[in-house]
């Protein structure tokens, strides 16, 4: 029942990351850098993807550096709106991810967030996301015209 107040809900609940051995698993696995938050993902056993528990599962982490609570619990509050509306629905089934939350989550527009959401997730669908590997995972490709013909 809505609220006079409230919308009513149109998203489904997405399913979440509830244990820290999951959060372990897929903080080995790949991941994709965000203005506002970094992306990791990881497939599930095939076992479970196919079974009852085939959903996306989704986590969300914000460390102290980036706040006091109010301003971690804002930031987490809005990657998870993010996912809510756009994210679950153009997730992978079979997948794990974690958001780990940064501080231009807060300031950047609502829009523009969900949009990275969005693509970060179909990224980890295609196979897209860079490596596990500190800032080499994070450095541009070498264009033309540093390699050289």
């Not at 970094?38 to 993807?49: K, T, W």
């Not at 756009?86 to 997948?95: E, K, M, S, V, W």
């Not at 231009?104 to 897209?128: H, T």
């Amino acid at each position: 029942m809505a609220d006079a107040g409230r919308p009513a809900r149109e998203a489904p609940d997405m399913q979440r990351l509830k244990k820290r051995n999951d959060y372990v698993k897929v903080a080995r696995g790949a991941r994709t850098p965000r203005r506002g938050f970094l992306l990791q993902s990881i497939r599930r056993p095939d076992g479970v993807a196919d079974g009852a528990g085939a959903d996306a599962r989704f986590g969300f982490t914000v460390t102290k550096k980036m706040g006091n609570a109010v301003v971690r619990n804002r930031i987490r509050r809005r990657l998870k709106e993010a996912v809510r509306l756009a994210g679950a629905a153009a997730a992978d089934p079979g997948r794990d991810f974690v958001l780990v939350g940064r501080r231009p989550a807060l300031d950047m527009p609502f829009a523009a967030l969900v949009a990275d959401v969005v693509g970060a997730v179909r990224a980890a669908a295609s196979g897209k996301m860079g490596p596990r590997g500190g800032k080499e995972a994070l450095k541009p490709a070498p264009s033309e015209e540093e390699t050289g013909p």
